[in-house]
């Protein structure tokens, strides 16, 4: 036999065995070839859809924590416009109690000062009239200790009434 002459005995045998081995492979092997590509391709496009979800999902959180971190910078200048508001008022009413406590302890001071001049100045006045008199008596005394100057004192005195 040459090997270039066909042998159709050959020739029709593997013909049979070729339609019967795709015959077995499309019963048993393609069909769970094909569902296992199926069930892939279905896998693969459930998590591309969810990659596209859980993308837009981040892109809305992303844009929440945008307005939620905005609205506590906005709350947080509320918060310190209003903290730096009532320690400037707190500090103004304090300057005023002081300014009103200050005045009122200067007036204080002033009337006991005025009032301790007042009584000083009436011990003085009562110092100075008691040692007048004591002097007065003194010189009186020692003027008045012979009878001819008490005499002189009387017509001087005397002399004084009927002149007023």
């Known amino acids: 036999m040459d090997i270039l002459t066909p042998d159709t005995g050959l020739f029709i045998f593997q013909t049979i065995a070729f339609i019967l081995l795709l015959f077995v492979l499309g019963k048993f092997a393609w069909k769970p070839i094909l569902n296992g590509l199926k069930e892939r391709e279905d896998t693969i496009e459930g998590a591309l859809l969810a990659a596209e979800q859980a993308k837009k ?54 009337s006991v000062i005025e009032n301790e001049k007042r009584a000083a100045l009436a011990d003085v006045k009562t110092l100075v009239a008691k040692l007048s008199l004591e002097i007065t008596e003194k010189v009186l005394r020692k003027e008045l200790s012979d009878k001819k100057a008490q005499e002189s004192l009387v017509n001087d005195y005397v002399k004084d009434l009927n002149l007023n």
């Open 57 to 110: 999902d981040m892109e809305a959180l992303s844009a929440d924590n945008a307005n939620l971190l905005a609205e506590a910078r906005s709350e947080r200048d509320a918060i310190l416009k209003e903290a730096v508001a009532a320690a400037s008022n707190i500090v103004e009413g304090a300057k005023e109690d002081t300014g009103k406590i200050t005045a009122k302890m200067i007036e204080d001071a002033k």
